[in-house]
């Protein structure tokens, strides 16, 4: 399988050379160049499958040559045998129409382990059979960090630099980045916001004098490897519904695009979705494109779903891209032009692709909290703030048939968002037993001025050279 940038001009990459590369050199993001597609018969015989063999069988076309089907089982049995739950993405039932998938059974309680467990070994794997080195360098509002932390502490061949809006992340996902104590982590609080620590980061990516000594990795949801382990539960969910002879709805809780990119991937290899219903807060831009064509940032507001307070969502272009039919060119001038001035306009083209597959829908405070208490309240399920803007969602859906399950993707524990349930329900979720001791730990990072040059020369002090 080869790997095209969606502004055409960076080289064709396979999945080993996507993997490390993460974003494209001409400011792309891989994407197949085809995309591959299962029979339904092909599809009813992945039925009742472990999620581990599930998950080779779907991701084998992405990967190609890279690895063995022996050898990608290994991996997923490797990653999946870390999940608390042994479905590892069980699925709930709320009442005759509205079912739960729970996605945050991973070591760091939300649904990024799922995807980061394994692109951590995936890293190592595929760092073992060159003469190289990864420096990973990330910005995070609190989930992304602590998922990719787990995934490589301790990992040969890799070091990770995860930079925090120092006092802006709950003290839940402060402690389950600094309590890593490996010589290959390090925890930088960054006296500034999170969007401060995030233009550091991509300063450091265009920074020759950085990425000319060392080999500089993401682990966003640009990284195609990502995407494609998220693809693997909206098949489990499906098939457990009845699919491929009975088509599913799903509704995502939505910042980056890449949760529910990942369900549109799906549809494209022959799974019979229903409907994608993106869900945002009020930090809306997404359902703004979706509902009226206009892709424009404002300022982030910040919200009780904090993974979802962004504004510029990275996966988007991806969907705009096959929306386009593959214009290159044109996804270059389009995204040239909204760096430039923040606006966006999708073409009609792009809008009739999109509204086959998508609906969108916005929920504000008051609409994620009666969510929030509905599901207490008739079912007894405590749910996150992420979580809740998305069962509102699904359950404001119009005109979907009436036999068609709607699918709430429950991308956080609860008791990650303790203040926020608490304060919704009058109910103070407990961590699982897995991160009991969470506060009893020792922390340990560093405090750094939300300047480059600090963060840049602490980074380049303590990082181990690509071939070194
Ligand atoms: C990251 C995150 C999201 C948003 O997912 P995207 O892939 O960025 O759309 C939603 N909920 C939680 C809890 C998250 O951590």
Redesign the pocket.
């Known amino acids: 399988m080869k790997y095209v940038s969606t502004r055409g001009t960076a080289p064709a990459l396979d999945f080993e050379g996507v993997t490390l590369a993460g974003l494209a050199s001409d400011g792309g993001l891989y994407v197949p160049e085809a995309w591959p597609r299962f029979s339904t018969e092909e599809i009813a015989a992945l039925a009742g499958l472990p999620y581990a063999q599930l998950a080779q069988k779907i991701m084998q076309p992405f990967v190609g040559d890279s690895l063995t089907p022996e050898r990608l089982l290994e991996l997923t049995t490797k990653a999946y045998g870390r999940f608390a739950h042994a479905a590892v993405t069980p699925l709930k039932q709320f009442d005759e129409r509205q079912w739960l998938l729970e996605l945050?059974h991973g070591p760091t309680l939300?649904?990024?382990d799922v995807a980061l467990q394994l692109l951590g070994l995936l890293f190592e794997e595929f760092l073992s059979r060159r003469d190289d080195h990864l420096t990973i360098v990330g910005a995070t509002s609190?989930?992304?960090g602590s998922a990719a932390i787990d995934a490589v502490a301790g990992r040969a061949k890799v070091d990770i630099f995860m930079l925090h809006p120092d006092g802006r992340v709950s003290d839940v996902q402060r402690r389950q980045m600094t309590t890593v104590l490996s010589d290959n982590v390090y925890n930088i609080a960054i006296d500034g916001s999170f969007d401060d620590a995030q233009a550091m980061v991509k300063r450091m990516f265009n920074d020759a004098s950085v990425t000319g000594q060392f080999g500089i990795a993401a682990v966003n949801?640009i990284n195609w490897a990502r995407l494609m382990a998220?693809v693997v539960y909206y098949f489990a969910a499906a098939l457990q519904l009845g699919a491929p002879h009975r088509k599913v709805a799903f509704s995502?809780?939505?910042?980056?695009?890449?949760?529910?990119?990942a369900g549109y991937v799906a549809a494209q290899m022959g799974l019979p979705i229903e409907r994608l219903i993106v869900a945002t807060n009020i930090n809306d831009i997404l359902h703004r494109a979706l509902s009226t064509g206009d892709y424009s940032a404002g300022t982030v507001t910040p919200t009780a779903?904090p993974?979802?307070d962004?504004q510029v969502?990275s996966?988007f272009e991806r969907l705009l891209f096959d929306a386009a039919g593959r214009d290159a060119a044109l996804i270059a001038q389009q995204m040239k032009t909204f760096d430039a001035t923040k606006v966006l306009q999708l073409t009609n083209a792009q809008r009739e692709a999109a509204a086959g597959l998508f609906t969108s829908a916005r929920a504000d405070a008051d609409q994620m909290v009666a969510a929030q208490r509905w599901a207490f309240e008739a079912t007894g399920e405590v749910i996150?703030p992420?979580?809740a803007i998305a069962l509102h969602a699904a359950r404001a859906a119009q005109g979907l048939p009436a036999d068609v399950p709607v699918v709430t993707l429950a991308?956080?524990h609860p008791a990650?968002f303790g203040d926020a349930v608490e304060s919704a329900i009058g109910l103070r979720p407990e961590l699982p037993a897995r991160v009991g001791d969470l506060f009893e730990r020792e922390e340990r990072f560093e405090r750094l001025p939300g300047e480059y040059d600090a963060v840049k020369a602490y980074v380049t002090a303590r990082a181990t050279p690509r071939h070194g």
């Open positions: 945050f939300a649904f990024k609190g989930d992304t949801s998220q995502v809780p939505t910042g980056n695009f890449g949760d529910v990119f779903a993974s979802m962004i969502s996966n996150d992420h979580t991308t956080a990650k």
